[in-house]
């Protein structure tokens, strides 16, 4: 079986794609991951194919272009209620697709993949699938931001699609992989295939303090990797954050990238470390995660059983923070300029103090490790496969 992967390419959009790219590699299927050619070595890094298409454009000042038009929407309402703001996240998904679309689909005219797996924003996956009539398989990033019943429509018109000869183009693909819990799930009509979550945050090596257990509790800080692509200022409350903790008797790890250690010139006493740190490896340590709310730090912190506060900044992160909330292994600090060092204390000595939450959290993490691995999903996919093939559809 072929299989074609697509992707924006962000590191927070291909991270989830990785697990079941390597159990689709195990089970003997050929992979490959489409995505921009100045993008490529991300998924060679992650040990997997890429297929370079379209031109070398800067996707990052794509992104800022389209959500930088008039004013932002605070919370998941904001966005759904208001048509510009909801717009600029559809359009910058499209103008995305358009940019690959044209590459993409000479190119599977002629190597003729039999499934496609796509992330919820890249829209070029399930065009591909239509045009060739194979079956579309979404794959989650964490709860169902992208839902039609949340607002993601499940058609798209315009020129992306009219130009290929189609009048529209379903967004939500055949099956969705979803990863998440139940308790963290969308509830909806759309086929599911439930999936453990397995963390992948880039290649990764055990540091040497990692190695032994912490002396005293551990409270790991965590930004993410993709707030910073929208602009320096979405980071600019997160030393507030890390000052918020300076009084809390616990080691604090600040997991932040590279560009980012300048924030910190004067870290507070009980701060361990502060730079890049595998999530995956160091989060099975820690008592306490206080981050953005982005789906690969929730999920990994989900996955390895840690109660989370979380400082939403964009919308899809208040709806991440919802569904921790609701499952009782998180709390939500106001974010973006409202961020006070007060409530970041508070929320985080609640957290590390009140044993529901660990007990929550331990609940997820068992949840998540019931669910099928990666390789016991790769049946279900050859299954899709197979009947699209055997049944002739044409769509």
Known sequence: MRVLFTTWTIAGHFAPLVPIGWALRAAGHEVLVACPPGDT??????????????????????????????????TVEDMFNDPNGYGRMVHTA???????????????????PDLVIYEPTSLVGPLVARLLGIPAVRQLWTSDFTAPINGFPATITGDLVSRFGLSELGTAGDLTLDTCPPILQVVDDLPRQPMRYVPYNGPARLPEWLREPPKRKRICVSWGTTLHTLGRHRMFHVPRVVSALASVDAEVVVAVMDTHRELFPDPPPNVRAVGPVPLHLLLPTCDAIVHQGGSGTLMTAMASGVPQVIVPTLPDHNFNARYMVAAGAGVQVPGREDVTEEDVLASTVDVLSDPAFRAAAARLREENQARPAPAEVVPALERLARDYALAGVTR
Do not use: H
């Not at 358009?98 to 190119?107: K, M, Q």
């Open 41 to 74: 070595d991300q998924v060679v890094r992650a040990g997997l194919p890429a297929l370079p298409v379209g031109p070398d454009v800067n996707m990052v000042g794509l992104l800022r272009a389209k959500r930088g038009r008039g004013r932002q929407p605070r």
């Open 94 to 112: 499209e103008a995305v697709a358009d940019v690959l679309a044209d590459d993409l689909v000479e190119y599977c005219r002629r190597w003729q």
